[in-house]
């Protein structure tokens, strides 16, 4: 029998990285039946492959893993590249609240944080329009966190350090507003693989295969040390 380690020798020997086994084992908990991933390019899984390296999106192996432990698992993702904040609504929460999820994971505020005019307070209201109604159906939500993809040495370095503040506004805004329906941010700000060029695809924005699987074992760790937070404390 072929071992996960001679397909895919590469991942296995990542410290970064998290066996698709232990994965599985972790979020064997008996929560989190139906899930939707919704969002922008990121949600969708833009990437490059990558020798040695699964090619499957952060999203797809995390759908991988719960599928494998739940017998009546049930998935979508709703995602298409380019959409901000607002226009994710507007195409996809409606589908996804039909779809009765219990997780939905969220890549949403890349696009809003470089489109002209950014103002922060409408992203908050708009990023916070989309979780609610999600958290208030009975679904755990969950927003993605970007990497610190400013100090990756991928853009110009005039525009490297506004480019982190932004990150990190947007990053600020998702924690505040996905905690405060009760949510759970995966922050990934501080993986230090976050600032490796070689993590990202041919077009210096996206994870490459390798990012996704970092990303990947980002989320297992923090929806393992998820705690629900009670109504009464919303």
Known sequence: MTTFAQLYPAEAADRD?????LAQAVLDNGRWHRLVILGDSV???VRDPLEGYRD????????EALAETRSEFRHRTLAQPFLRTAEIREK??????AFEPDL?????????????????ERFTADLDALLR?????GATVATIGLYDWAHSGLLPAE?????????DEVDSVQRHVVEGVGGIHLGARRIAAGRDPAIYSADRIHANARGQAIAFANVVRH????RAVPDWLR
């Open 17 to 21: 990285c998290l066996d698709p086994g």
């Open 43 to 45: 949600a969708a899984g």
């Open 56 to 63: 499957l999106s952060a999203g797809e192996r995390l759908a």
């Open 92 to 97: 996809f929460l409606s589908d996804a609240l």
């Open 104 to 120: 939905v994971v969220v890549s949403a505020g890349g696009n809003d944080a470089f489109s002209r005019g950014f103002d922060v």
């Open 133 to 137: 109604p999600l958290a208030s159906a």
């Open 159 to 167: 525009t490297a350090t506004q480019t982190a503040l932004r990150l």
């Open 223 to 226: 929806l393992s040390a998820y």
